[in-house]
């Protein structure tokens, strides 16, 4: 999907309207990144010889921030816990510029919320494997991430937020 075309071009030399489906990736970068590491010490001691809790979390934003040209915000938390310590806290913001020109609407949102992070997740990845080795841990690696499960999982969220919020209630 990332050089989807759709031909419906006119002659350009007779002014007409290119209506062809235009999608790039504009750039990509780290927003935020943090790494905290509060007890190493004590830490790493309990992780030679206990296997640590990992807790990770991943969220999405897009928003608008030009004519065509969107910004999507991959958000992701890795949590490490050694019994009740934590070993490590990473978090990191990785986000990419996407131009979307002609893009019909019903296909936008799915775009930027699968599409687009599956584009941005490799790089994450590394991000996030590097920064915990930096930090003296075996590097995290993140397994692949299934961005339509997540997108199709929103989607039943907030049609069953929306069918108990039009429920009435009579007392």
């Known amino acids: ?20 489906v235009q999608i790039a990736i504009l750039g990509q970068y780290i927003k ?8 190493p010490a004590q830490t790493l001691q309990k992780l030679s010889q206990e296997k640590p809790s990992m807790d990770i979390n991943v969220n999405l934003n897009a928003r608008g921030v030009g004519e065509d040209v969107y910004e999507v915000d991959l958000k992701i938390t890795a ?9 490590f806290v990473s978090e990191l913001v990785y986000s990419g510029l996407f131009a979307a020109k002609n893009l019909p609407e019903n296909t936008l949102q799915p775009f930027l919320m699968i599409e687009a992070p599956r584009q941005l997740f490799p790089f994450a990845r590394r991000i996030i494997s590097d920064v915990t080795r930096d930090g003296g841990f075996p590097p995290l690696m993140l397994e692949p991430i299934d ?25």
């Open 1 to 20: 999907m990332s050089d989807e075309t759709e031909n419906t071009n006119v002659d350009a030399a007779a002014g007409t309207e290119n209506t062809e």
């Open 32 to 39: 935020d990144l943090s790494f905290e590491n509060p007890t």
């Open 79 to 87: 949590t490490a816990k050694a019994g009740e310590d934590t070993a």
């Open 147 to 171: 961005f339509a499960a997540l997108y199709q999982q929103q989607i039943q969220q907030a049609q069953t937020q929306q069918a108990a919020e039009n429920d009435v209630i009579v007392n």
